[in-house]
Nanobody, 130 residues
Framework: VQLQASGGGLVQAGGSLRLSCVASGFSVDEYAIGWFRQAPGEGRKGISCTSKSHDETYYRDSVKGRFTISSDNAKNTLYLQMNSLKPEDTAVYYC????????????????????????WGRGTLVTVSS
């Protein structure tokens, strides 16, 4: 099982980017799946996730109204549309599939140790300049 994230880059504040995460070895609606990010000097945290079968979504307060998670089952791909980007959105973004819902996605300042991850993708760097 594997996840491959892409789409990061350098963008000015107020700009947009779309991240993609292609799954292989399993279906994107087979597990809860979502986006996490890790800023310099900080721990990894959930940003936006969707439940198995995509009937529920979660957004961290800091991205609500600006980021949108979606998926294309035919392409077995998860997306994160990021609009109105801010310098504080600068981070390495990861996609991950996991079992519990909302599980690690809603953890604030805690550990992911109690959750079961199916796969983590390699990160893609998003840099937002002011």
């Amino acid at each position: 099982v594997q996840l491959q994230a892409s789409g990061g880059g350098l963008v000015q504040a107020g700009g947009s980017l779309r991240l993609s995460c292609v799954a292989s070895g399993f279906s994107v609606d087979e597990y809860a799946i979502g986006w996490f990010r890790q800023a310099p000097g900080e721990g990894r945290k959930g940003i936006s996730c969707t439940s198995k079968s995509h009937d529920e979504t979660y957004y961290r307060d800091s991205v609500k109204g600006r980021f949108t998670i979606s998926s294309d089952n035919a392409k077995n791909t998860l997306y994160l549309q990021m609009n109105s980007l801010k310098p504080e959105d600068t981070a390495v973004y990861y996609c991950a599939a996991f079992v519990q819902w909302p599980g690690p996605c809603s953890v604030i300042g805690g550990s992911f140790d109690t959750f079961d991850f199916v796969s983590w993708g390699r990160g893609t760097l998003v840099t937002v300049s002011s």
